[in-house]
């Protein structure tokens, strides 16, 4: 996992799992309001699946599984941004 970049998640608020299962990454809130689903796709929180690099379109090794927050805590860091750069 050395050397994984993951655009957008700020690295306090984010913790990386490897399942051996699948060959999958997850990417998830740590400190949530309840635990996530870290054996598959199928998640409570709705998460998304990345099997490209967006910027590069390079393949990942893995699939990247991207959780979302329970608390909604999305919301609140991309609202800072836009802020910031107003």
């Not at 984010?14 to 399942?19: D, E, M, R, S, V």
């Not at 709705?46 to 490209?52: A, F, I, L």
Request: hydrophobic share 35%.
């Amino acid at each position: 996992m050395a050397g994984l970049t993951i655009p957008n998640k700020p690295a306090a608020q984010t913790a990386i799992a490897c399942t051996d299962l699948f060959s999958m990454l997850h990417v998830y809130p740590t400190n949530d309001e309840k635990p996530h689903d870290l054996e598959g796709t199928m998640c409570s929180c709705g998460p998304r699946v990345e099997w490209n690099d967006p910027e590069t379109g390079e393949a990942y090794s893995e699939a990247l599984v991207i959780h979302n927050a329970f608390d909604c805590r999305e919301i609140v860091e991309k609202a800072e941004r836009i802020l910031e750069n107003s």
